[in-house]
């Protein structure tokens, strides 16, 4: 016996969630943090991602960013634990998710997959960049609705 809401059963409706699930990640964004300036020092990233938003649940930033060599600064990425540790670059408890090699070629690409803020910023200098280069920027993706 099939538990019946309205119109379909549980099982339908089930299925239809589950396929509509699948077609909203479809839609998801592959976006250059940044777009044509990168990730580099000196570039406001917060206004950056202000003009850019929304951005959606399981849509992708990329980093890209120069490895270090002798003519660039090397540049990281921490997601960082809250709002607090964002407005003061604090990265006591933060956690590294590129390191300076990983943003070259086609650059280090993160999955927003959950519906919380992520707090991004540029660890290098012991936070010189985030608290001066402003390579620090904050979204909280929003979940992707389609009928």
């Known amino acids: 016996m099939a538990f019946k809401c309205g119109l379909i059963s549980y099982a339908q409706g089930l299925i239809i969630l589950l396929t509509t699930s699948m077609f909203a990640v479809g839609f998801a964004k592959t976006i250059v943090v940044g777009g044509t300036e990168n990730w580099h020092f000196g570039f406001n990233y917060t206004n950056w991602a202000f003009q850019n938003s929304p951005m959606y649940l399981n849509d992708a ?46 650059g280090f690409k993160f999955v927003m ?28 993706p929003l979940p992707r609705c389609h009928f």
């Open 61 to 106: 930033l990329v980093f890209k960013y120069d490895p270090p060599n002798g003519t660039t600064f090397p540049h990281n990425v921490y997601l960082l634990r809250d709002f607090r540790s964002f407005l003061d670059c604090d990265f006591r408890k933060a956690k590294m998710v590129a390191n300076v090699t990983h943003g070259g070629g086609k």
């Open 113 to 140: 997959k959950k519906w919380r803020p992520y707090y991004f910023a540029c660890g290098e200098g012991a936070g010189f960049h985030c608290k001066t280069g402003m390579m620090k920027f904050a979204v909280f």
